[in-house]
Nanobody, 123 residues
Framework: QVQLVESGGGLVQAGGSLRLSCAAS????????MGWFRQAPGKEREFVAA????????YYADFVKGRFTISRDNAKNTVYRQKHSLTPEDPAVYYC????????????????WGQGTQVTVSS
């Protein structure tokens, strides 16, 4: 399996921007589609965005379309998520994961989850 480590979380003002990174090690990173999910306290983990192994296809949850951008650099074994116009609804722990099989929109389709990075938004 691939090992994943997220970074880049922190405190940001509402309307601000943040870039999260997910560094991979272990098995060949470029073999996997990658996804970002988030989980707020008391809520289920939800899909945010995903990108195919080549980077040619991207997928977004409706609530982030136009605000978040997912990208990857296979040479650096890293996937990124640029977030703009953060709102008070965005605070959560954000996780990256490697896609195994099935729809990108479901957590059960992913394996090798990272430990998560906390994002907090101040008003």
């Amino acid at each position: 399996q691939v090992q994943l480590v997220e970074s880049g979380g922190g405190l940001v003002q509402a309307g601000g921007s943040l870039r999260l990174s997910c560094a991979a090690s272990g098995r060949t990173f470029s073999n996997y589609g990658m996804g970002w999910f988030r989980q707020a306290p008391g809520k289920e983990r939800e899909f945010v965005a995903a990108i195919s192994w080549s980077g040619s296809n991207t997928y977004y949850a409706d609530f982030v379309k136009g605000r978040f951008t997912i990208s990857r650099d296979n040479a650096k074994n890293t996937v990124y998520r640029q977030k703009h116009s953060l709102t008070p609804e965005d605070p959560a722990v954000y996780y990256c994961a490697a896609h195994e099989a099935g729809s990108y929109y479901y957590a059960r389709s992913f394996h090798s989850w990272g430990q998560g990075t906390q994002v907090t938004v101040s008003s």
